[in-house]
């Protein structure tokens, strides 16, 4: 006598932002875990191939989904092309842009997320919305007492797109449960690995060229890293685990390692000179510098339209000591793949040497 066993069914997930290195690897992690995955993306990054200087990746991803789908967050008219019949959608999708106009983060960010949620609502599928926050909205440690950043701790975000970030974690906690739709929030820390053209890549741009890796002693404060991978594989997990619903986790590895650390580490792989300079005032030099940095990113990005892969606010954050508890995400049963950063720093370096340079 031989058992009938029911088949199981196919998990269908929707990627928003999903040609973006963060979206691109959710995509990448779904598909290998058996899921159908729709790849959801603005119209102007599937016109063109795949583009690592500006983090798009439209070709792999079409490759690896069920199905490709054209919308722009901050068009309600166009989700129309987005199916509801979905049992998770992950909103990766949003303005990541240090020096964008407060109006734009708030239109997109805030209002294009509130209108997507809305739009889901009709769904009689859907088991949770994984909506991308940001480790930053906690705020700079040398104004919060530097002390640990839970995840109960209020959020006091210190530049427009941490707070557009912030408004838009605080709108799906509110607007959701209204809708019958449950949650959950990643805040991811520094996400770095293949893919980055933007925020932790400069981290591994700015040490490729130099003949010296060199830093002020002073860089004592920690910095908080999490590989791309273990941001997707985290945002899974919880959208399964009854756990992670309606829930706020902090997305961050056990990695301890301060600035200073860190260029050993990358002097030591590049096989390069290391350079401990005398302590700086680092913090001052760059608040004393701030109007020639400003002018110098708004002439990037105004005139000649180009993106600053660093800004001011990126470089306030470099001396600060953050300090990210991960204690609630492995409650959970999480487990990193990569859970120390050290780990991961090769083969980010080999990406940049040899993908990123050559403009692959």
């Not at 000179?273 to 708004?298: M, R, Y």
Request: charged share 20%; net charge neutral; aromatic share 12%.
């Amino acid at each position: 006598m031989t058992a009938t066993k029911k088949a199981t069914a196919v998990k269908r997930s929707l990627v928003t932002g999903a040609c973006g290195f963060i979206g691109s690897h959710v995509v990448e992690q779904l598909a290998a875990a058996g899921h159908e995955v729709i790849a959801a993306d603005h119209p102007s990054v599937w016109e063109g191939g795949d583009d690592v200087k500006r983090g798009r990746y439209p070709r792999l991803v079409s490759r690896l989904a069920t199905k490709t789908v054209s919308f722009e967050l901050s068009d309600a008219g166009s989700f129309s092309s987005l199916p509801i019949d979905v049992d998770y959608v992950f909103h990766v999708a949003a303005v990541f842009n240090y020096t964008a106009p407060y109006a734009e983060l708030f239109r997109v960010n805030v209002e294009g997320t509130r209108a997507l949620l809305g739009h889901f609502a009709k769904s009689r599928k859907l088991k949770r919305w994984v909506q991308w926050g940001a480790g930053g909205v906690y705020g700079m440690p040398s104004t919060r007492g530097n002390v640990p950043f839970f995840e109960d701790l209020a959020p006091m975000p210190s530049n427009n797109y941490l707070k557009s970030k912030w408004e838009q974690e605080f709108m799906v906690m509110s607007e959701a449960p209204k809708l019958g739709i449950d949650w959950t929030i990643v805040r991811p820390t520094t996400v770095y690995g293949p893919r980055a053209a933007y925020g932790s890549s400069q981290m591994f741009l700015g040490v490729l060229d130099p003949p010296v890796v060199a830093v002020p002693s002073s860089m004592t404060g920690r910095i908080p890293f999490i590989h791309v991978v273990d941001v997707a594989r985290a945002a899974i997990h919880l959208a399964q685990v009854k756990t992670g619903a309606n829930q706020v986790f902090n997305t961050n590895d056990d990695t301890v390692m301060n600035a200073v650390e860190f260029m050993q580490a990358m002097a030591r792989l590049l096989g390069k000179p290391f350079l401990k300079l005398p302590p700086l005032p680092v913090g001052k030099l760059i608040k004393a510098a701030a109007p020639i940095l400003d002018f110098q990113f708004w002439l990037m990005r105004d005139v000649l339209g180009k993106q600053p892969l660093v800004e001011p606010d990126m470089l306030a954050m470099a001396t600060e000591d953050f300090v990210y508890p991960n204690d609630k995400l492995k409650a959970t049963g999480f487990e990193f793949t990569y859970p120390d950063a050290r780990m991961a720093f090769a083969e980010t370096l080999d990406w940049y040497l040899n993908t990123y340079k050559s403009g692959e």
